[in-house]
Structure formats: structure tokens, C-alpha cells
């Protein structure tokens, strides 16, 4: 059983920043790595971002590398999205998630367990 428990989103302007956090809660370090996905209006739900609980190795999808930081707290349970330079494209649901075994950090088919979802506006 793991809980996840989004929060941080949002309205801001283009540009500016805003930070997510995911608590989580239940078998999280026993999981692999914890995974940033994001959907907006009308597309898919893509990846963002992912972090591995040991080690700290991260991975980014191109159109957020350079802008977007993940990182996580071990002894808090808590991963962190900082999302800076935000774009109108930005915009969309953000929904944290917990990845147990092997395969790909970017597949959406990989991750095991998700948040309810936070919600990001970026306005221009």
C-alpha cells in the first residue's frame, strides 16, 4: 500500500515558479523511484521527470530539461518538483508516482502507484 498526496500547484504567470511536493506514505522506500507525469487538456498523460530513492539519478523529459528540478528527502518521504521559466504548455494536471521494478523511468506502464493530481496554470 503507498499513498501519494500531491501539492503546490497552481496559478502563476509565464516565467515565473512554482514548486510541487508529493508526501508519500506506506512501502515508497521500497519502491525503485518516484516519477513526475503531467496531463493536459486534450493529450495524453506524458512524462516529466523521475528520481531514484537511491543514488538521487534523475531523468527529465526534453521539453522540461533545464527549467524543471526533481529531488527527494529520504527521511521525509517527500519528492519535490521545482518547476521555474514556466510555460503556457506547462499547463496541466501533475500527477506524482511510484515506480517498483525494472523498465523504463518514462513509461506511464511502469509506475505502480499515483496521486490524485495537482493542477498547474500557467497564464501569459
Known amino acids: 500500500q503507498v499513498q501519494l498526496v500531491e501539492s503546490g500547484g497552481g496559478l502563476v504567470q509565464a516565467g515565473g515558479s512554482l514548486r510541487l511536493s508529493c508526501a508519500a506514505s506506506?512501502?515508497?522506500?521500497?519502491?525503485?523511484?518516484m516519477g513526475w507525469f503531467r496531463q493536459a487538456p486534450g493529450k495524453e498523460r506524458e512524462f516529466v521527470a523521475a528520481?531514484?530513492?537511491?543514488?538521487?539519478?534523475?531523468y527529465y523529459a526534453d521539453s522540461v530539461k533545464g527549467r524543471f528540478t526533481i529531488s527527494r528527502d529520504n527521511a521525509k518521504n517527500t519528492v519535490l518538483l521545482q518547476m521555474n521559466s514556466l510555460k503556457p504548455e506547462d499547463t496541466a494536471v501533475y500527477y506524482c508516482?511510484?515506480?517498483?521494478?525494472?523498465?523504463?523511468?518514462?513509461?506511464?506502464?511502469?509506475?505502480?502507484?499515483w496521486g490524485q493530481g495537482t493542477q498547474v496554470t500557467v497564464s501569459s
Open positions: 506506506g512501502r515508497t522506500f521500497s519502491s525503485y523511484a
Open positions: 508516482a511510484a515506480k517498483y521494478y525494472s523498465g523504463s523511468y518514462y513509461s506511464i506502464d511502469n509506475y505502480d502507484y
Open positions: 528520481i531514484r530513492w537511491t543514488g538521487g539519478w534523475t
